[in-house]
């Protein structure tokens, strides 16, 4: 019987590099939400996935970005402190590129970071289908030549184009170790901590510009029985905002929660019942109760 392995890669990269499709794919389900909006995973996701004989755990960050640009308020700065305290530990590190765009100042604050950490890193660039061929040899030479990859790995996290020669790396490369999970199990997420990232995720792919920015989602009940009940508030800053997010005669809430009532039933595989109320909370941000929908602690 071959030995098994298992270890925690953590995925690091600027904001919207694709980490959260990236862990989508490897897991084969939806355990982080996806949107074109930079920045909108706000805590540590962990996806677990088998392969022969090992067991890969994923641990999907928010992005680190620029702390003179974005640190404004205290839910920024616990956001970036979780991305960093996710690296710390982990076996493998993925510094995580899009290849379509020049390397940008946050793709090397990142690398600045990771780069005398202990834990071994690879280089993977994303988006490969859409990047120049020259200009994507030239960054891949620059990159290493700032940091000591172990392998580079050129993928499209969407297609899974490249994935596969990911995940074998992985699998033949990670510690050797009994599991830490159960077989079936696929994320370390509760259902209702899912739940509440799903309709975050609709928030963002129908609210224009910032809104989506200024509020949070908790799940306040959760009943499981033959059907799944679901309660939720979606908290946001101001009256003018609850407008918006409600819409004419109820049309936006509805709009929001037909969608996220739908993803919930094909990820939950049980008929979903959703209620969603809005409710006004100023500077929720800058409290000092913790984060509840996305774990996170404020700290000085």
């Not at 005398?116 to 290493?144: F, G, H, M, P, Y």
């Not at 509805?254 to 009532?261: T, V």
């Amino acid at each position: 019987m071959n030995k098994r392995k298992c270890g925690f890669t953590v995925i690091v990269g600027a904001p919207n590099s694709g980490k959260s499709t990236l862990t989508n794919y490897i897991t084969g389900a939806k355990i982080s939400i996806v949107s074109p909006k930079a920045q909108t995973t706000r805590s540590r996701i962990t996806g677990i996935k088998i392969s022969g004989d090992s067991q890969i755990i994923i641990v999907d960050t928010p992005g680190i970005f620029s702390l003179q640009d974005n640190l404004k308020n205290k839910l920024n700065k616990s956001i970036v402190q979780t991305a960093k305290n996710s690296i710390e530990g982990s076996d493998f590190i993925i510094f995580l590129v899009d290849a379509s765009k020049p390397i940008k100042p946050n793709d090397e604050l990142v690398l600045n970071y990771i780069k005398n950490i202990e834990s071994k890193k690879l280089l993977v660039l994303n988006k490969v289908d859409k990047a120049d061929k020259q200009k994507l040899l030239e960054n891949t030479q620059k990159l290493n030549e700032e940091c000591n990859f172990e392998k580079t790995f050129m993928i499209s996290a969407l297609k899974g184009g490249g994935v596969a020669d990911l995940e074998k790396y992985l699998e033949d490369n990670l510690p050797d170790s009994n599991w830490i999970f159960p077989e079936d199990q696929i994320t370390d997420a509760p259902a209702r901590f899912l739940a509440a990232e799903i309709t975050r995720e609709k928030l963002f792919m129908n609210l224009n510009e910032e809104l989506p920015y200024s509020l949070y989602v908790e799940t306040e009940l959760y009943e499981e029985k033959k059907d799944i009940k679901i309660h939720q508030t979606i908290y946001t800053s101001t009256e003018s905002h609850k407008s918006i997010i409600v819409g004419k005669q109820g049309s936006m809430i509805k709009k929001i929660g037909e969608q996220s009532r739908k993803d919930l039933q094909n990820i939950l595989g049980k008929k979903i019942h959703l209620f969603l109320f809005v409710k006004v909370r100023e500077n929720w941000y800058d409290r000092r109760e913790p984060y509840l929908v996305s774990q996170i602690e404020f700290k000085e």
